[in-house]
C-alpha cells in the first residue's frame, strides 16, 4: 500500500484524503489500515501518523513534519514544547499533540474549517491532475491566497474522524478579490512558514523586544508603551478583513492583547506573532530601516527613571523635574528615596534623623499608624521609608505572623481557661477567627490544645425498673393460671411478643427471678 506523491504545499491530510478516494475504502477500515486505531481524529493541519507516513512513500519523516503540517510552526513560537509536539505527532497520539501546541489554553481561537482557492484548484487539475489542500491556506488567520489575491473559500469539517473520501476542493465555486494587505499578509506567512520549515531556529522574545525598542515602544529592556503600542498596531490591522474577531484586539485599548504576547511565560496564538511580525516589517522605511517614534531625548539619556534620578542628583525640585518628566511627585519622591538620593522637600519634616528613627521602630514591630502619629507625618510616607529598607518588608510580615499566632493561641486558651466544660465544637463558635487561622497555621497545635472529643451518652427512653415491676406482676399471673412448665418463648408471646424475656432479661431482674422461681416449684 504505498502513499500517493505528495505536490507543492501540499497537507499530510490531503494525502490521506487522496489516498482513501484511490483505495475506495470508507473512513474506517482506512485508519484501521493506515494507523491500527479506527476511531483515529485527523486534524487538518496538526495531522498524526507521520512515521507510519514515512514508511508508504519515499518522504522522511522530517520532511513530513517539516512541509506537510504545521507542527512545525507551533514549535517554532512554542520551543519549549517543541520536542512534545514533534513525538506526539510521529506516534499518533492527536491528543496530546493539541494539548502540546496548547491550542486548547489559547484565549483567541477560530471555528476549525478547511480552506482552498477556487483558482489554485483549477491550476492544481491543469497541472497536476487532481486538486488538492495546500498548507499555506491552513494558516489560523490567513484568508487570502498568496499567488491569486481571491479570498480563500471555507469548506466545512466533515464529523469525526474529519476525513472522507473525495473531500477535495471545489474548482467551481464563485471567488471575489481580496484587500490588498490581507494579500500581503499571506504572502509573509506563507514565505514565513517556508523560512521556518527549513531552519532550527526558535523564536526568541528578546530580539522582538529588542526591534520594538528600535521603534521607540520600549523603555529599558523590558517595560512595553503599550498606549502607543496598541492603537498603531490596532489601526494598521483594520484593512485585514474576514478574519476572526478572536484573533485580533477588540479595541485600541485592548492593552492585554500584546501585555500577554510579550511575556515570556504565557503561551500564545501563533497568528498574533505573525501579525505582529508582520506589521513591523511593514512599517520599514524604503531604505529597509525601521520607522522611529519622536522619543524625548535628553544627554543621551532613554529610560525615564535614569532621566529623573540624573535630574534629581542635579538638584533639581520635585516640581520641576516632574513638569519635564511628566511624571507625579509621589513617584520621584519613592525613586529618590530607594536610591538614596537627597531631595528638597518643602516643609522639611522628614529628615535623616526621622527616617532613621522610623526604621528604628519598623524593626520593633510598631505599627505604621503608630509610627505615623509619633512623628506627624502620613502613613504613606511610613511605608515609602519602610519599603527603601532591604529586607524590612519581609522581616515585618513575620512580625505580623507570630503576633497574630500569639494573639489567637491565647483567645483559644482564654476561651478553655472560661469554659472548663467547653466542648471543641463551642469552642470554635465563640473564636471563629482564631480557630480558623490556626487550623490553616498552626493545626498540630491546634488538635492538642482543643478538648478531646467525649463519647456520646446513650439517654435510654425506657424505664426499665418501672417496666421490671409491672412485668413481674404479669408474669406471675400468667403463670399461676397454668400448672406446667413454661418457657421464655411462650411466655414472651403471652405478654405480647415483645422479645423483653428474651433480648433484655439482664435489664428485667424481679421478673426473671419471679420466673425461674415459679418454674423451679413445679
Known amino acids: 500500500m504505498q502513499l500517493p506523491a505528495s505536490l507543492p504545499d501540499e497537507t499530510l491530510f490531503g494525502r490521506y484524503v487522496r489516498h482513501m478516494t484511490i483505495l475506495g475504502m470508507n473512513e474506517q477500515d482506512y485508519l484501521t489500515t493506515l494507523l491500527n486505531k479506527p476511531r483515529a481524529s485527523i486534524h487538518p493541519y496538526l495531522t498524526i501518523g507521520i512515521r507510519r507516513a514515512a ?136 514565505q514565513f512558514l517556508r523560512d521556518v520549515s527549513e531552519s532550527n531556529n526558535s523564536f526568541n522574545l528578546s530580539e522582538l523586544l529588542t526591534e520594538l525598542g528600535e521603534r521607540g515602544y520600549v523603555i529599558g529592556k523590558k517595560r512595553i508603551k503599550r498606549q502607543e503600542l496598541t492603537p498603531d498596531l490596532f489601526k494598521f490591522i483594520k484593512g485585514l478583513e474576514r478574519i476572526s474577531t478572536t484573533l485580533l484586539p477588540c479595541s485600541d485599548k485592548d492593552y492585554r492583547y500584546l501585555s500577554y504576547l510579550l511575556t515570556s ?32 531625548r535628553k544627554r543621551g539619556i532613554e529610560d525615564k527613571s535614569e532621566l529623573c534620578q540624573y535630574l534629581l542628583r542635579q538638584g533639581n525640585s520635585m516640581a520641576k523635574v516632574s513638569r519635564i ?73 513575620q512580625f505580623k505572623y507570630q503576633s497574630k499566632r500569639r494573639k489567637y493561641k491565647a483567645t483559644i486558651l482564654r476561651a478553655m481557661r472560661d469554659n472548663p466544660s467547653s466542648i471543641k465544637q463551642e469552642i470554635k463558635h465563640c473564636c471563629y477567627a482564631a480557630f480558623h487561622w490556626l487550623y490553616a497555621h498552626e493545626r498540630s497545635w491546634l488538635n492538642s490544645a482543643l478538648p478531646a472529643p467525649t463519647k456520646p451518652q446513650i439517654l435510654s427512653k425506657v424505664d426499665w425498673k418501672k417496666r421490671d415491676l409491672e412485668l413481674a406482676v404479669r408474669v406471675r399471673s400468667i403463670m399461676l393460671k397454668t400448672k406446667d412448665r413454661m418457657t421464655r418463648t411462650r411466655l414472651d408471646k ?21 420466673f425461674q422461681t415459679l418454674n423451679a416449684s413445679r
Open 55 to 190: 514508511k508508504l512513500c519515499e518522504d522522511s519523516e522530517t520532511k513530513i513534519y517539516r512541509q506537510q503540517t504545521l507542527g512545525r510552526l507551533f514549535s517554532y513560537f512554542l520551543p519549549q514544547y517543541a520536542k512534545s509536539i514533534s513525538q506526539a505527532l510521529l506516534q499518533s497520539d492527536g491528543s496530546n499533540a493539541i494539548r502540546a501546541c496548547q491550542i486548547v489554553t489559547f484565549k483567541e481561537s477560530e471555528t476549525l474549517t478547511l480552506k482552498y482557492c477556487p483558482v489554485c484548484a483549477k491550476e492544481d487539475i491543469r497541472q497536476h491532475g487532481v486538486a488538492y489542500w495546500h498548507l499555506s491556506h491552513q494558516v489560523s488567520g490567513v484568508e487570502a491566497c498568496s499567488d491569486h489575491k481571491v479570498w480563500l473559500i471555507h469548506e466545512k469539517l466533515p464529523e469525526r474522524p474529519h476525513i472522507k473520501a473525495l473531500l477535495l476542493p471545489s474548482y467551481s465555486t464563485p471567488y471575489r478579490q481580496c484587500t490588498e494587505l490581507s494579500f500581503q499578509f499571506a504572502k509573509f506567512t506563507k
Open 494 to 514: 403471652e405478654l405480647g411478643g415483645h422479645g423483653w424475656l428474651i433480648r433484655m432479661q439482664y435489664k428485667l431482674p424481679l421478673t426473671m427471678s419471679v
Open 265 to 296: 511565560n504565557i503561551s500564545q496564538h501563533p497568528f498574533k506573532y505573525l501579525l505582529l511580525l508582520f506589521w513591523l516589517k511593514s512599517t520599514l522605511n524604503t531604505d529597509g530601516k525601521p520607522q522611529v517614534k519622536n522619543i524625548e
Open 325 to 397: 518628566t511628566g511624571k507625579s511627585r509621589c513617584y520621584l519622591k519613592a525613586l529618590a528615596t530607594k536610591n538614596n538620593i537627597p531631595i528638597q522637600l518643602k516643609p522639611k519634616v522628614i529628615t535623616e534623623e526621622v527616617i532613621s528613627t522610623v526604621i528604628s521602630m519598623a524593626y520593633k514591630g510598631f505599627h505604621r499608624k503608630a509610627i505615623a502619629t509619633e512623628f506627624q507625618i502620613s502613613t504613606g510616607s511610613v511605608e515609602q521609608i519602610i519599603s527603601s529598607e532591604e529586607g524590612l518588608v519581609k522581616k515585618r510580615k
